[in-house]
Structures are given as structure tokens and as C-alpha cells.
């Protein structure tokens, strides 16, 4: 079975520019969960997505966002890029909500010049 | 608000040592707990997990934790650390019971084991 899928691995940005960062999850698996990873703030939780909708999300401004398609794929995006951007975005995939654990992707390292 | 506390940032040990790392949570309900590994230029990997039943718990590579509640601590150990053990170590918490996978990470501890 093949993991938790993320693309591009690697992106550089200018600040003002927009990204868009994608996500399959493990197949089957219905939710989705984006963290930011960074030296400074260590993981953090972005959002959550089940079944197409965000059930969850953390302390980030309006300009970090994200979707679910019908087929459990999901995308996020940042709109507005600044310096402080810069991290490794990961994403996680379980089956369920709740009590149930999550899978990580390899994440994709975004670099805000 | 929920948090995570690893108390050791940065441990070096010799092969064959053994290991705990410390981890405490901040939160009045039930809780479910983890402990993930990221290897160098890995991803993040389950070590174990704990969501109800036996408050010892053990996981992949020789790991155990135990989930002592009264104390809100989820120690993770290892009898004898081996080179390849070499990784950062994260500690996470989320609602049991929830309808939430978020996850409330630690700020990771980086073990370094000599050989």
C-alpha cells in the first residue's frame, strides 16, 4: 500500500507569490491533516479535512488555506508569501476521526525568498 | 489551552545506554498520546501509542512508554540505545473522544547516539 504522498518535494518562492502544496492520502483514508514544521514554532497544526469538509483548523492567518476533493486528495494553499512562510509542510492521513492514528507524508520544504 | 512539554531538547548518549525522555501534557480531559520518530531526511514515523487499557505500552525498535495520569506524563524508553536510534523525537496528544485527529506536538527532542 502506498503512503502518504506529497508534491512538490521542494519549492522556492518570492515573497507576494502564491503556492499551492498537494496531498494523497494512503488509499481509503478519509481525513487529512496539514502541520507546519518549522526550527522555531516546531509542528503545528494548519487544518483538517473528512469527507471534502474542514473540520478543524489551527491558529494561522486567513492567508494559509486548504481543500478536499471527492477522492481524498487534498490541497493547501498560501496566498501572499512572507519570509516567515518558510517551513516544511507536512501532511498526515488516517482513516477515521477520532481515536485513530496518523500517517505522515514526507512533506514539501518551502523556501520564501 | 492543551501543550506538550519535552523537557530534554538535545541528548547524547553511547550505544548500549539507556533512555528516557520526558514528556508532559497540559490538558483536563481525556487524552490520546503518541510518540513519533523522524530519522534524518525521513518522515514522520509512529513509535507508539496509547489510547486506553494498559498504561504501559509498547511500540516498534524496543520502545516503551508508560502513561502515568496523575502525573500527565507519557515517558518514552528504550533499555539499550543503538546508533541507528539517532533521531528527533517527538511527543503528541490529541482529544479522545474528539472528532479531531489534531494533534498537539511537542517540541521534539534530538538524540544523538555514539557509536
Known amino acids: 500500500k502506498a503512503g502518504v504522498t506529497q508534491t512538490p518535494r521542494y519549492l522556492i518562492k518570492t515573497r507576494g507569490q502564491q503556492v499551492t502544496l498537494s496531498c494523497s492520502p494512503i488509499?481509503?483514508?478519509?481525513?487529512v491533516s496539514w502541520y507546519q514544521q518549522t526550527p522555531g514554532q516546531g509542528l503545528q497544526f494548519l487544518f483538517e479535512?473528512?469527507?471534502?469538509?474542514?473540520?478543524n483548523k489551527g491558529n494561522f492567518p486567513g492567508r494559509f488555506s486548504g481543500r478536499q476533493f471527492s477522492n481524498s486528495r487534498s490541497e493547501m494553499n498560501v496566498s501572499t508569501l512572507e519570509l516567515g512562510d518558510s517551513a516544511l509542510y507536512l501532511c498526515?492521513?488516517?482513516?477515521?476521526?477520532?481515536?485513530?492514528?496518523?500517517?505522515f507524508g514526507a512533506g514539501t520544504r518551502l523556501s520564501v525568498l | 489551552a492543551q501543550s506538550v512539554s519535552q523537557h530534554n531538547h538535545h541528548v547524547i548518549l553511547s550505544e548500549a545506554a539507556s533512555l528516557e525522555l520526558g514528556c508532559n501534557y497540559s490538558?483536563?480531559?481525556?487524552?490520546?498520546l503518541f510518540w513519533y520518530v523522524q530519522y534524518p531526511g525521513q518522515h514522520l514515523q509512529l513509535l507508539l501509542k496509547?489510547?486506553?487499557?494498559?498504561?504501559l505500552v509498547k511500540g516498534i525498535k524496543g520502545f516503551e512508554a508508560e502513561f502515568i495520569k496523575s502525573k500527565f506524563s507519557f515517558n518514552l524508553r528504550k533499555p539499550s540505545v543503538q546508533w541507528s536510534d539517532t533521531a528527533e523525537y517527538f511527543c503528541?496528544?490529541?482529544?479522545?473522544?474528539?472528532?479531531?485527529?489534531?494533534?498537539?506536538f511537542g517540541t521534539g527532542t534530538l538524540l544523538a547516539v555514539q557509536p
Open positions: 496509547y489510547f486506553s487499557g494498559d498504561p
Open positions: 479535512y473528512f469527507s471534502e469538509t474542514q473540520r
Open positions: 488509499s481509503g483514508h478519509r481525513s
Open positions: 490538558y483536563g480531559g481525556t487524552v490520546n
Open positions: 498526515a492521513s488516517s482513516a477515521e476521526m477520532g481515536k485513530d492514528i496518523q500517517y
Open positions: 503528541a496528544v490529541n482529544k479522545n473522544g474528539g472528532a479531531t485527529n489534531k494533534l498537539i
